[in-house]
């Protein structure tokens, strides 16, 4: 399974983030697979921040859920992360990662994007 991360490298507070994961060599409707969206902020360790099962049912992270909302377009096998209201402490690297089976543990996740810069700022 092969997974790449697109979108701008630069939001302006307030704003809201959006990130395409096209995946390759797997449909994202494959049964038991959870696509999930992790950073990293600088200093920081990862973060889980939610998941688009291949049902479509979507987890999120408590403490990002009000502003997080992860979809999916089966037609061109990709699924997306839209964060609003983001400030300067949103600015992270963004990974989008696969596995077989529900898991909001970071080092259960077997695929993983190269991962792709965010910055917040004006």
């Known amino acids: 399974v092969q997974l790449q991360e697109s979108g701008p490298g630069l939001v302006k507070p307030s704003q809201t983030l959006s990130l395409t994961c096209t995946v390759s060599?797997?449909?994202?409707?494959?049964?038991?697979?959870?696509w999930s969206w992790i950073r990293q902020s600088p200093g920081k360790g990862l973060e889980w921040m939610g998941a688009?099962?291949?049902?479509?049912?979507?987890y999120y992270s408590p403490s990002l859920k009000s502003r997080t909302s992860i979809s999916r377009d089966t037609s061109e096998n990709q699924f997306t992360l839209q964060l609003s209201s983001v400030t300067p402490e949103d600015t992270a690297v963004y990974y989008c990662?696969?596995?077989?089976?529900?898991?909001?543990?970071?080092?259960?996740?077997?695929?993983w994007g190269q991962g792709t810069q965010v910055t917040v700022s004006s």
């Open positions: 060599g797997a449909s994202v409707t494959a049964a038991d697979y959870y």
């Open positions: 990662a696969a596995r077989d089976g529900y898991s909001d543990y970071v080092p259960e996740y077997d695929y």
């Open positions: 688009i099962a291949y049902s479509g049912s979507t």
